[in-house]
T-cell receptor
Framework: DSGVTQTPKHLITATGQRVTLRCSPR?????VYWYQQSLDQGLQFLIQ???????AKGNILERFSAQQFPDLHSELNLSSLELGDSALYFC??????????FGPGTRLTVL | GEDVEQSLFLSVREGDSSVINCTYT??????LYWYKQEPGAGLQLLTY?????DMKQDQRLTVLLNKKDKHLSLRIADTQTGDSAIYFC?????????????FGGGTRLMVKP
């Protein structure tokens, strides 16, 4: 158990809809990262937050947004969903610059 | 740009050693990582190594880093059927503001009884 939790485990929705994925980092970790894993793109970095502030941005679509709250949990919002957004979405956390632990992921299926 | 490459597939017999290789392009990488992903599961951190180290050993796992050749390897001793999974190599580049990782495409390890 990495200490990083994600909900829900599975999410099935329709095209055009909006969903929210939730992540709680490991206790004491200030950084939260979001990654997308798909068959064709592999593991892609989306966005990072550090202590509530956006720290770095990767290949995140404009339809996607995220935030980190004062209690350090984070949410990833995906809107106007398309079939191609179906993927595993991982949250990861770290306290410094070395160890990075991942959560179990949320599997999103867009029908 | 940053690029991490791994071979797609490795098959070994139970009890043998497995060696999974990875190459990367960013010479300023600070940390390099190995993760394991079993079917339907998340990414389990196996081990990581700081770029000023050549080797790190943790029970059955040995990581070797050749910084000159930008080559990282993971050796699993006495490979078991439970080691069957996809193994991802990742690097943390040294010249970015955040700590995001760049991942290779993963190596599928199959262990035959």
């Amino acid at each position: 158990d990495s200490g990083v939790t994600q909900t829900p485990k599975h999410l099935i929705t329709a095209t055009g809809q909006r969903v929210t994925l939730r992540c709680s980092p490991r206790s004491g970790d200030l950084s939260v990262y979001w990654y997308q894993q798909s068959l064709d793109q592999g593991l892609q970095f989306l966005i990072q937050y550090y202590n509530g502030e956006e720290r770095a941005k990767g290949n995140i679509l404009e339809r996607f947004s995220a935030q980190q709250f004062p209690d350090l949990h984070s949410e990833l919002n995906l809107s106007s969903l398309e079939l191609g957004d179906s993927a595993l979405y991982f949250c990861a956390s770290s306290v410094g610059s070395s160890r990075v632990d991942f959560g179990p992921g949320t599997r999103l299926t867009v029908l | 740009g940053e690029d991490v490459e791994q071979s797609l597939f490795l098959s070994v017999r139970e009890g043998d050693s497995s060696v999974i290789n990875c190459t990367y392009t960013d010479s300023s990488s600070t940390y390099l990582y190995w993760y394991k992903q079993e079917p339907g599961a998340g990414l389990q951190l196996l081990t990581y190594i700081f770029s000023n180290m050549d080797m790190k050993q943790d029970q059955r796992l040995t990581v070797l880093l050749n910084k000159k050749d930008k080559h990282l390897s993971l050796r699993i001793a006495d490979t078991q059927t439970g080691d069957s999974a996809i193994y991802f190599c990742a690097e943390r580049p040294g010249n970015n503001a955040g700590n995001m990782l760049t991942f290779g495409g993963g190596t599928r390890l199959m262990v035959k009884p």
